[in-house]
């Protein structure tokens, strides 16, 4: 009995592990140069909030140059989906142009159905704010 | 031999009833809904969540309206079920009663697929409120 509770020991904490270390994905700001948007920053921070919106993400930060969405996991047939979280990051470049950094952070649990989200969240928001520069 | 024949009924009735289960997984598979408004300038109060509303998807108010809010409804399915807007309705109307709607307009959709098992389906529209 007690070296069958120490055989499920053993995976009940790497479980454990993962979906601790699987909480903690946190999006990083690319050093790249930025995407830019001939619009001002607060239009360009709207259209990153529907793009992300649009894209199934749950908005968890709102700032005035900082956008932050998590996308809920999903169950699927075969390895599921979501779990990312995408950071958007504006640099005002004067008065009507807009600097645009994106990051997908992947978590560890579910990673093999996660995706990054960076080209998809720049092309919905190209919809509204027009072609980038 | 009578016995193994009745062992062999329950075992073929199991993996037919598993066989139907998994086919039904198959074709309806999971569905998870996500759904918000954003006010338009000044929020509005909620109306009843159950409401009236109208939707005006292939023609314009005939009464003058401003519009109160952006309506969203996401949903993603695992599987070979595509979601349309027939199933985005009950989520629409409620979030335009939330936001104060009298009507909905201006209906965009947008289907994408990922990941072989993922179809999102979403529709972006306005919740708008008619002047007395």
């Known amino acids: 009995m007690q070296g069958h509770r120490g055989r499920c020991l053993v995976p009940a904490a790497m479980l454990a592990i993962s979906l601790t270390a699987g909480c903690a994905s946190i999006p990083k700001m690319p050093s790249g140069a930025p995407t830019v948007f001939g619009k001002p920053s607060a239009v360009v921070q709207k259209a990153a909030l529907d793009s992300l919106i649009v894209a199934g993400f749950e908005i968890q930060k709102t700032e005035p140059l900082y956008v932050e969405g998590f996308r809920p996991r999903r169950v699927g047939l075969v390895v599921g989906s979501g779990g990312e979280t995408v950071g958007v990051w504006l640099e005002p470049l004067g008065d009507s142009r807009t600097g645009v950094r994106v990051d997908t952070a992947k978590s560890s649990m579910g990673i093999v159905g996660q995706r990054t989200w960076n080209a998809d969240i720049l092309n919905e928001m190209s919809k509204s704010l027009g072609k980038p520069e | ?132």
């Open chain 2, 1 to 132: 031999m009578s016995r193994s024949s009745t062992r062999r009924v329950p075992v073929q009735r199991t993996v037919s009833r598993s066989a139907v289960v998994f086919l039904g997984t198959l074709l309806v598979s999971c569905a998870t809904t996500q759904s918000r408004f954003t006010p338009l300038g000044q929020a509005r109060p909620s109306r009843p969540e159950n409401c009236s509303v109208a939707i005006l998807k292939d023609s314009a108010p005939q009464k003058a309206f401003e519009r109160v809010s952006r309506l969203d409804v996401h949903i993603e399915r695992t599987g070979f079920a595509q979601a349309d807007f027939e199933s985005a309705i009950p989520e629409l109307k409620k979030q335009a009663c939330l936001s104060g709607a009298d009507a909905i307009i201006e209906i965009q959709e947008r289907s994408t697929g990922f990941r072989f098992e993922n179809r999102a389906y979403h529709v972006t529209a306005t919740g708008i409120k008619f002047k007395d």
